[in-house]
């Protein structure tokens, strides 16, 4: 372990999981921690699966879905933002070529 990190205590599924990390990180990996905990509560709860390893695969499987929808999302809006500012370059180019014609 690092000097700098500190152990932290996490519950998953009633299970006690000590993870070290950094002072800075220790609330986003609480957060994370419970994140999953209510993710495999809710797939135990509401499906036929049993086992704890499967209910995690599961939440994971969930989870690493939910990621590449959102990145997914993120990618065509920064495609839509490209194409906007490549049709706005372009205007911008033909009134500046306008305004020179004009001026000669």
């Known amino acids: 372990m690092n000097s700098n990190?500190?152990?932290v205590t996490v519950y998953i599924l009633d299970k006690e999981y000590r993870i070290s990390c950094l002072p800075e990180e220790r609330e986003s990996l609480l957060q994370a921690a419970a994140?999953?905990?209510?993710?495999m509560r809710?797939?135990?709860q509401n499906g036929r699966i049993i086992g704890t390893e499967r209910v995690a695969v599961m939440?994971?499987?969930?989870?690493?879905n939910d990621l590449l929808l959102n990145?997914?999302?993120e990618e065509d809006g920064v495609q839509n933002i490209n194409r906007r500012i490549k049709s706005l370059q372009e205007k911008i180019e033909i009134a500046l070529n306008t305004t020179n014609q004009l001026e000669l």
């Open 5 to 7: 990190q500190l152990p």
């Open 35 to 39: 994140y999953v905990d209510g993710q």
């Open 42 to 44: 809710e797939i135990r």
């Open 59 to 64: 939440a994971a499987l969930n989870m690493a």
């Open 71 to 73: 990145l997914q999302t």
